[in-house]
């Protein structure tokens, strides 16, 4: 459907292009007769439907307002959107038409499912092609309304679009207290969580994760992630799941926590695949950075979900840096990050992390080359690196320090030694714990006796 045809469906009106005869005893009739003839204009003349609907709204405060007047309201405001798009008319009038719309609502003039399928409508149409600030005076006039009439359902839901629109204006200060107001909503008196507000409560932690996402708040967007993860009485879209995993797995990977990271980004992952989301790519290619980083044994991109996108041109450079990974290639493996840079090193996300990943990478291959030697020139091992011999010093002695590495540096002669257990000092390790615990039994039963 085109957008012109969307502003001019009826899918909401619950009423059909047909005829009445004019009823002279019945004056609703008589309205409703004009209203299904003004319709039919709109293809024609917008100028005559507009002047038709605007004498049946002016007919129906007379008589004492109807659900015909709030109709023609409604196809007036309509049309006015159609030709705010071409700039025949001027937005306050548009607002002005709503706001006519809205006082029918607040007087419960129509039936509250139809007032509300309308709003929806409106708000939809409203979505389409006018600009943030109309579309933010639009739903803050729909919120007063709803809130007079106790719509809560669709108060929510408005305001959640509010919301989104405020995030992506940056209007935080504005966006703070909306969302404070929806929080508490979903909160009893004594901070727990309404038990059928669970739903509604992630939405809007999804709506606080992206702010403190924007603001770089990397306290309270935790805070509010173990929040949302701890809520149980929830059903929500897999998209909003996977929005506050997605936001997990890149909180636990400032934090350098690789394995939550990873971990987070698979559930991120699963949620948007189930959803349709293309995220759900973006996604796998962090869960494969965060696989590497945590040493994984495990490649992520056999997993039966993954499978199916090894295809996909953005996930082949993570899958050809994923072989080069594991079979330890050191030219390969840069090659890759040169080669498919754009892929890679063009998602900044990733490319805050690739230091760490080549850290991590040559550090695992350090231990491959090293292990089976008993002393090594640190030129050598540099060289097999390709860093300078400075930086394979440092990464030697990390490995020396987290014990991954049982060696000492000769750094007069620039020389690894490594310390090999051999087969006799094994056996004697074996004798010595056989002994301690033959020992200690002994000391049992002994103490037993006495």
Known sequence: MSDEEFMFDDGDDGDYDFEYEENSESGEMSLETKYYNAKTQREDDLSVALSEFAKIVEEDEQEGASEWGFKATKQTLKIQLRQSANGQIEQRQ????????????????????????????????????????????????????LKQTRNDRLWLRTSLRLGKLLLDQRDFDKLSGLLDELKRSCLDDAGNVILERGTQLLEVNAMLLGMYVELEDARRLKDVYLESVSVRSAIPHPRIMGF????????????????NAQSNFFD????????????????????????????????????????SYEADPEIIAMTKLVRAYEKQQVNEFERVLEDHSDAILGDRF????????RRTFRMLTLQSIVAPYTRVRISSLAQRLRVDVAEAEELLV????DKRL????DQENAILLLQQETTDESQYDAVSSWASGLESMMKQALSVLS
Do not use: H
């Open 94 to 145: 548009i607002l002005d038409t709503y706001d006519r719309m809205l006082v029918y609502i607040s007087k419960s003039i129509v039936a509250r499912n139809y007032a509300e399928k309308s709003i929806n409508n409106m708000l939809e149409r409203v979505s389409l092609g006018m600009d943030s600030a109309f579309t933010r005076e639009f739903y803050e006039k729909t919120l007063v309304v």
């Open 244 to 259: 506050i995993r997605e936001c997990g797995g890149k909180m636990y990977m400032a934090e350098r926590n690789w394995e």
């Open 268 to 307: 991120a992952f699963k949620n948007y695949d189930e959803a349709g989301s293309p995220q759900r790519v973006q996604m796998l290619k962090y869960l494969v950075l965060a696989s590497m980083l945590s040493e994984s044994e495990v490649n992520p991109l056999s997993s039966p979900e993954a499978r």
């Open 350 to 357: 990733i490319a805050r992390f690739v230091d760490d990943l």
């Open 398 to 401: 990390a490995l020396i320090l």
């Open 406 to 409: 049982r060696a000492s540096i």
